[in-house]
């Protein structure tokens, strides 16, 4: 079984930065992702990271969060710089193997409980 726990949402104004945590217990996926769901809205895909590292980004975050993984901690991170308004969410981190897309929700086994994230402006 896994287990995802995600840590370091809180409260930032826009143009500040946070850095959002996952540690992951159980085996390693071949690939680990953030998503996030608005007030409202369904959940999107924002980045993704495969066990090579190598990396793929929604377009409106690119430039400005950056996920990293460390295998030897089994913890996956996104650094989320010059936040926006936009970006307030809960967040969620998820680790997958099922082949069915790296940016869809299918693409998924587990999910973390989610962190929430809330950008002032």
């Known amino acids: 079984q896994v287990t995802l726990v995600e840590s370091g949402g809180g409260l930032v104004q826009a143009g500040g930065s946070l850095r959002l945590s996952c540690a992951g217990s159980g085996r390693t996926y071949n690939y680990m992702g953030w998503f996030r769901q608005a007030p409202g809205k369904g959940r999107e895909f924002v980045a993704a990271?495969?066990?090579?590292?190598?990396?793929t980004y929604e377009d409106s975050v690119k430039g400005r969060f950056t996920i990293s993984r460390d295998n030897m901690k089994n913890t996956m991170y996104l650094q989320m710089n010059s936040l926006k308004p936009e970006d307030t969410a809960v967040y969620y981190c998820?680790?997958?193997?099922?082949?069915?897309?790296?940016?869809?929700?299918?693409?998924?086994?587990?999910w973390g409980q989610g962190t929430q994230v809330t950008v002032s402006s």
């Open positions: 990271i495969w066990s090579g590292d190598s990396t």
């Open positions: 998820a680790a997958g193997s099922t082949g069915r897309g790296i940016r869809r929700i299918q693409g998924y086994n587990y």
